[in-house]
């Protein structure tokens, strides 16, 4: 997009990384290399959500250095960079938020978002649950600001300690008249208000996945990478239905349901688990309206085995999630939870 006014670093999410590499991605903020910090074992009893989307599209273009200094401490954050007194980056920010399109995706944000109580509330219940399961993983602040690019990718991110929201990432359903800038119909489904909360647990979890670093990625790390995620997610959002935590609709969850035993002896027969190269099995693990290998498909039909793997992992060890997410072998995750398909 043409409007886009800097860059952004995003080191993706261990679990999302699969064949891609590191890269910059034209958008507005930049998301700071991870640091790792340690965090109080105090438990999470609210969450501000810092909504710096409101800062920007409703303070005055003219007042905008002033208005950023004044809340510098406020958004002080690696995960935002903020420079009013550099001339060249206010000149673009400005530019950004007197965009007549942008104008237009915040009024829908706005309308959408106005009241985020039901959000706050819902993420320090379940940012306790978390810290409760690990006690280093405290995160008790949020922030939303608007990217200015789709890229579903981009909807969460954090660091060790906060997390940051692409609000803009979550209206695309109400973007017909810009053609839904792009995307494909099955991204737009995804980009709902209802799967915010599970974006932003699987986030946290992904930020502390440790992956092999001796050796190449099989299609059984990428599986139970993104189970051990899910997992995570749904022992901190135990009422969110399984379709929300897989991101599926309910049809594709039916399918998964329905057809595990059948994925399972595919994987199988093909001899993919342990194989690395990633051409082979991309398909599987990637975002797409289905999976090729099966007729009338879910997509993303490791994530649904991944996580039964792991859940049943976790059933006959007793580990604590810090345990599980230590662990980089998952050939021993797969023979240790005895799994079986459905």
């Known amino acids: 997009m043409n409007r886009i006014l800097t860059w952004i670093t995003h080191r993706r999410p261990v679990a999302e ?55 510098s401490n406020e958004y002080s954050t690696d995960l935002l960079n903020l420079q009013p007194n550099n001339p060249e980056f206010m000149t673009m920010l400005q530019g950004f938020v007197q965009d007549p399109t942008m104008r237009t995706i915040y009024g829908t944000v706005d309308s959408l978002f106005g009241d985020m109580q039901p959000e706050a509330k819902a993420l320090a219940l379940a940012l306790s649950r978390a810290e409760n399961l690990c006690p280093t993983l405290r995160y008790d602040k949020v922030y939303t600001y608007l990217s200015g690019s789709f890229n579903y990718d981009m909807r969460v991110g954090c660091n060790s300690h906060e997390i940051i929201i692409s609000l803009d990432q979550y209206i695309l359903p109400y973007t017909e008249r810009f053609n839904y800038f792009n995307s494909p119909l099955y991204l737009v489904q995804q980009s709902r208000r209802q799967y915010l909360l599970t974006d932003c647990m699987t986030a946290i979890a992904r930020q502390h996945i440790a992956i092999p670093q001796d050796r190449e990625m099989t299609l059984l790390d990428y599986m139970v990478s ?28 039916d399918w998964m349901k329905q057809n595990e035993e059948h994925v399972w002896a595919y994987f199988m027969q093909s001899k993919l688990l342990f194989e690395t190269d990633y051409m082979r099995f991309h398909n599987f693990i990637d975002d797409a309206p289905k999976t090729n290998a099966f007729r009338d498909s879910s997509p993303r039909t490791t994530d649904y085995i991944g996580w039964r793997i792991v859940s049943k992992y976790m059933k006959k060890t007793g580990l604590s999630i810090t345990q599980l997410f230590e662990e980089t072998d998952a050939q021993k995750i797969l023979s240790q939870s005895n799994y079986r398909p459905q």
């Open 17 to 71: 990384q699969r064949s891609h590499t590191l890269g910059c991605i034209p958008v507005l903020f930049l998301l700071a290399t991870i640091l790792s910090t340690s965090c109080k074992q105090t438990p999470v009893e609210a969450v501000t959500i810092h909504r710096f989307d409101k800062v920007l599209f409703d303070t005055p273009v003219d007042q905008l250095p002033a208005k950023l200094s004044q809340v």
């Open 226 to 253: 993104e189970g051990k995620a899910i997992y995570f997610a749904q022992q901190t959002l135990p009422d969110a239905p399984d379709s929300i935590l897989m991101r599926y609709t309910s049809q594709q969850m």
